[in-house]
């Protein structure tokens, strides 16, 4: 019978030991046999204590598993795209075509891939108000989507004056659009501010105040109509950013009612890293075909 602590090949058979690799110096040599005189029985030899093999602690191994598994996803979009310009024969428009092409379900399997261990997943399909639902394809759903057509009231073509624009701009920055607080269950319908909470995430019936500042681009761009509005909760938290004591540039928006749900922040951010990663090592290596390659899985995606 084989104890759980009595050793094999070098390993104990303790939980989890069979999948670390042998230690040649946990096996102690064997010492040569010496003849016991007739009739002396073989003395008993002193129990040997196996030799532990060291573990990692937990956040080294968690740390070092998401390092290994962003890494395997990396390498399949590097695989995708030389198999692609390998096969148009080196013709890099022929290649991203075909590369735009399978976008849709290529960003899906590294979705399926980076949430392989996550807690959450894909298993229900609860039902939603009607907000968010289209009522035909030509009519929009109800949730107010800003198109800001800002104009300086100082500026003018014929008369520009002496206002400067300063240009700011950060590479890859539409993957940060991946790390936002999404919803991960069933929407709830709340009244008031009972709904609004850090940690949920949905769209929000409010009416904004009016924005004082003709200088400045208003947040929630140009309507026609005032009046209340369904709003996503990136929006309800830009407007209470502004409404805080660091800006004070508006007052806080009225939140009538809210269809809002627990939410994780980290839901995509296996794969923004993975994109983010696949990007960098392909500038690094003068690659212009993965990147325009991440662009279309980012988009078909979103």
């Known amino acids: 019978m084989v104890t759980a602590y009595q050793p094999t090949d070098g390993r104990p058979l303790h939980s989890g030991a069979l999948c670390q ?3 040649p110096a946990a096996t102690t040599p064997s ?10 029985p073989a003395p008993t030899p002193a129990p040997v204590s196996p030799a532990l093999v060291p573990m990692a602690a937990r956040p080294e191994r968690r740390a070092r598993s998401a390092a290994q598994a962003q890494e395997e996803t990396t390498g399949l979009i590097s695989r995708v795209v030389h198999a692609e310009l390998e096969r148009a ?27 392989a261990t996550a807690r959450y997943d894909c ?4 039902a939603l108000p009607d907000i ?18 800002f104009h300086h ?14 240009a700011l701009d950060v590479n890859a920055v539409y993957l940060s659009a991946l790390k936002c607080w999404l919803p991960i269950g069933k929407l709830e319908h709340t009244t008031g501010t009972e709904g609004v909470e850090p940690k949920r995430s949905g769209v929000h019936l409010i009416t904004p105040a009016p924005w004082e500042h003709p200088h400045l681009p208003d947040p929630i761009g140009d309507r026609d109509e005032p009046g209340a509005l369904w709003v996503t909760n990136l ?9 805080g004591p660091k800006y004070g540039l508006v007052e806080a928006p009225v939140v009538h009612e809210s269809w809002t749900s627990g939410a994780a922040e980290n839901f995509l951010d296996a794969l923004r890293k993975t994109l983010s990663a696949a990007r960098e090592t392909a500038i690094t290596a003068d690659d212009t075909l993965t990147p325009e390659y991440i662009k ?7």
């Open 89 to 115: 024969g080196g013709d890099w428009d022929a290649a991203l075509k075909a590369l735009i092409k399978r976008a849709i379900p290529d960003v899906m399997h590294l979705f399926n891939e980076t949430r």
């Open 21 to 23: 690799p042998a230690d």
């Open 296 to 302: 279309a899985m980012y988009s078909k995606f979103i």
């Open 235 to 243: 929006t309800l938290r830009l407007l209470q950013r502004l409404s």
């Open 31 to 40: 010492a040569p046999a010496v003849s016991a005189a007739p009739g002396t």
């Open 153 to 166: 009231p100082g500026y003018s073509l014929k008369a520009p004056g002496d206002i400067k624009v300063t």
């Open 123 to 126: 298993t229900a399909y609860p």
């Open 132 to 149: 968010p639902k289209k009522p035909s394809k030509k009519d929009p759903d109800q949730i107010w989507e800003a198109r800001p057509r």
